[in-house]
């Protein structure tokens, strides 16, 4: 085994038997399903088991503007919102028979609101007062020419997934009687969804003048590869940078630095460690994204299906690339600290140049990916990373110019390498002491 | 094994001149001490030597050629300080140590055992590094630096942390290896176990290099004869001509002659006052007195006796 792939098993082996780092892994999985359980599914379970959705909500309409037939429709389908709610519900339903609870939440929240029409005003409260309704609205005489609703409920909060869900109700209960009669069945469904976008399509005309239709997921997945790439090439650089950091701080503190020195060249040190952490950070990245995968199978399979091979594997190229090179910088600066913080706070520093450029002026990028501003991007070695990416996600980018970024980066890797490791090399000894600038310059020189 | 040379090699920091201009030459078979109080740059030569630290000027030659990556790759290390993963397995550091140097994991996992047998350390391989006594912890890190089979061996304070019993069993071990034609290196200030062990030193001061040679060549330059006597009575230093100044050792005194007397001068002289001597030992100056004694020279700016040693010159 080369010393490189010494110094990656061991650094691999090392992080993933960290206790920090089992937690993290594994606990983040648990942690998240908490946050999620306490802020997002728990208030709708509640709900469900209360019954308070199920509640009918009141009407009084004194203007008379309610069609009796549309009341009785309402009860049966709600706002767009729920629609969507309660397609994601029966997809989820069909796709994965596990996700009964999830299906049951979903189904809870689109269940659509039923209206119970009342005479009066004091009908309807001695129907709150008996427990019957919790809440209901009333159309004053002048509500056409006012648009004024009065609204009654037991409780003095204004806000409330009920509360939401019954305002909206109500506006498309008002919508569809004030123009039912007045306008055809097909112009009235036409107002109230203008476009169908599942009997829409979208055709793409070629530079020749050649039209054909524009695959929906095929496009989805040209925006979600380089976008998952790009998350990914962030989240893997915080890690391991991180973990590095950590791991250099005890080699130095212990002096086990000076055996490493005296055992392999600080190049290969740098590089092992790199691979080694990149790839404790991957499989991290790995479990939480396997976990997360349980609860949107449905996504994943469909991004599958419409794996643009071909933009995968040059993301996968630019991922790499762009983990080495500012993984190395954001280690051999990372070294230079006084403190395990002070070199965190150093070490960001490359992620926040690689990551900000690209990110700041994107849309210019996507309108033009081969315009003056994307092709500088995209062959400064330390934005290439994300400008390419990004640009190669519209497919409009020709062989030749990925070839130019590829070889700007790998002259980028290759520089940042032998100059992390000087840096590297000239931290390690440096206890508790910062170089000066001088000698800084003087140690990249020779490098 | 090869004779391996500190070739004009100078070194500063910010404010400090670590090696200015260090030459001297180590060769095979012999233990070699590198020497000086704390600070002076002894480390900082070592570190040279491993490729730790680069060399503002000057180079380290292996049989009179620069010295080469795969010449590094047969050096054994021990560092000045506990070089070892606090919180990991004795076995799994010193496999990693083993891999370093190119051993495979069976290897060096068979001969991390066998070396920690050798150093009465049986049994540990599975303890974690903080669970063991200081003393214990310099020990597995010197068969960290042997597991390899290293034909130059480089310890800095190689006995610091170990009790008698156990510096006498790296004495040995070291011993072994000078007389396998291995070539040991190391800097330590212990000048008892220097006197027993080294077979050349080298002295640094202020990154200088003030004394250079065989232990009998610096003794036959710089020591002063002294002689170990027994007297039943008290005796003046004025009353004998040729002792520079005379020290209380136990019950004997210890009377250190002036520049060109000789025993038997002062023997002539002690019978001639009619002194009673019951004890009379001619002794080597120790190592220590040398040593003390160039370093105050030095810094009272005897620069004179500052021995500038080229091309394997002797002292």
């Known amino acids: 085994m080369s010393k490189v792939g010494v110094v990656m098993s061991r650094e691999f082996l090392a992080t993933v038997r960290r206790r920090s780092y089992l937690i993290v892994t594994f606990g983040m999985p648990f942690f998240a399903a908490l946050y999620f359980g306490l802020f997002g599914i728990l208030p709708a379970v509640f709900m469900e088991r209360s019954g308070a959705s199920r509640k009918e909500v009141g009407l009084v309409d004194l203007a008379g503007v309610v069609r009796p037939e549309e009341a009785a429709r309402a009860g049966t389908a709600g706002g767009d919102e729920q629609d969507e709610a309660a397609a994601i519900a029966s997809r989820l339903a069909r796709a994965d028979p596990r996700m009964r609870a999830a299906r049951r939440i979903l189904e809870t929240v689109s269940a659509p609101v039923r209206f119970r029409t009342f005479a009066s005003r004091a009908e309807a409260i001695a129907a709150i007062g008996d427990g019957t309704i919790d809440r209901f609205y009333m159309l004053p005489a002048d509500y056409v020419a006012s648009g004024a609703v009065e609204s009654y409920q037991v409780d003095d909060t204004t806000l409330g997934v009920a509360g939401n869900r019954a305002a909206r109700s109500l506006e498309t209960l008002l919508e569809r009687s004030l123009l039912a009669g007045r306008l055809s069945r097909e112009v009235r469904d036409r107002v109230e969804t203008p476009t169908d976008a599942a009997r829409s399509s979208s055709f793409l005309v070629r530079p020749g003048g050649a039209v054909e239709p524009l695959d929906e997921a095929a496009r989805l997945s040209r925006v979600a590869i380089p976008v998952a790439f790009g998350f990914l090439l962030l989240m893997s650089l915080m890690t391991s940078a991180g973990y590095m950091i950590q791991g250099m701080s005890e080699e130095k503190e212990s002096r086990v630095i000076e055996i490493l020195l005296a055992s392999v060249r600080p190049e290969e040190l740098l590089f092992g460690k790199l691979l080694g952490l990149g790839a404790a950070g991957l499989l991290q990245l790995g479990v939480w994204v396997s976990v997360a995968g349980f609860a949107t199978s449905l996504v994943v399979a469909a991004a599958l299906a419409a794996l643009d091979l071909e933009l995968f594997l040059i993301c996968l190229v630019f991922f790499v690339l762009g983990f080495l090179m500012i993984g190395s910088l954001m280690t051999g600066t990372g070294a230079l600290g006084t403190s395990g913080r002070e070199s965190q706070q150093l070490a960001a520093l490359w992620s926040v140049v690689a990551v900000l450029p690209p990110v700041a002026v994107a849309v210019p990028i996507l309108d033009d990916p081969n315009g003056p501003l994307a092709r500088a991007l995209g062959w400064f070695p330390l934005t290439a990373p994300i400008t390419m990416m990004l640009r190669c996600g519209t497919g409009r980018v020709p062989a030749w110019d990925i070839l130019v970024s590829v070889l700007c980066l790998l002259a980028g890797v290759f520089l940042a390498l032998r100059s992390a490791a000087a840096l590297f090399r000239l931290g390690l000894l440096m206890y508790g002491k910062r170089p000066s600038l001088r000698e800084l310059a003087r140690q990249i020189r020779r490098a | ?315």
Not at chain 2, 285 to 292: K, R
């Open chain 2, 1 to 315: 094994m090869p004779t391996i040379a500190f070739s004009h090699l100078r070194k500063s920091y910010a404010t400090t001149v670590a090696a200015d201009d260090v030459t001297f030459e180590v060769r095979p078979g012999e233990v070699f001490g590198l020497l000086g109080p704390n600070g002076a740059g002894k480390t900082t030569l070592l570190r040279i030597l491993m490729d730790i630290l680069a060399p503002d000027a000057g180079a380290i030659l292996v049989d009179s050629r620069p010295i080469e990556r795969r010449d590094r790759d047969g050096f054994g290390y021990l560092p000045e300080e506990r070089g070892l993963y606090r919180k990991e397995r004795v076995q799994d550091i010193l496999i990693y140590f083993g891999m370093l140097k190119g051993l495979d994991r069976r290897t060096a996992r068979s001969r991390a055992r066998a070396w920690l047998e050798r150093l009465d350390l049986p049994g540990i391989e599975r303890r974690r590094v903080d669970e063991l006594s200081k003393g214990q912890q310099q020990k597995v890190q010197i068969a960290g630096a042997l597991l390899h089979d290293p034909g130059v061996v480089v310890m800095d304070e190689p006995f610091a942390g170990l009790d008698p019993l156990n510096a006498v069993v790296v004495k040995d071990l070291l011993r072994e290896r000078s007389r396998a034609g291995g070539l040991v290196i190391l800097s330590t200030h212990q000048m008892p176990l220097v006197e027993t062990l080294c077979d050349r030193v080298a002295m640094i001061h202020r990154g200088r290099l003030v004394l250079y040679g065989s232990l009998q060549e610096i003794r036959g330059r710089h020591g002063r004869p002294a002689v170990l006597v027994g007297l039943a009575d008290d005796v003046d230093p004025g009353a004998l001509p040729c002792a520079e100044r005379i020290e209380a050792q136990g019950v004997l005194r210890r009377i250190v002659l002036k520049p060109g007397a000789r025993p038997r001068d002062l023997m002539e002289a002690l019978l001639a006052r009619g002194l009673a001597v019951d004890h009379f030992e001619v002794v080597r100056t120790p190592l220590e007195e040398i040593f003390v004694g160039t370093v105050r020279g030095t810094e009272g700016g005897q620069d004179d006796d500052r021995e500038r040693a080229g091309g394997g010159g002797e002292a």
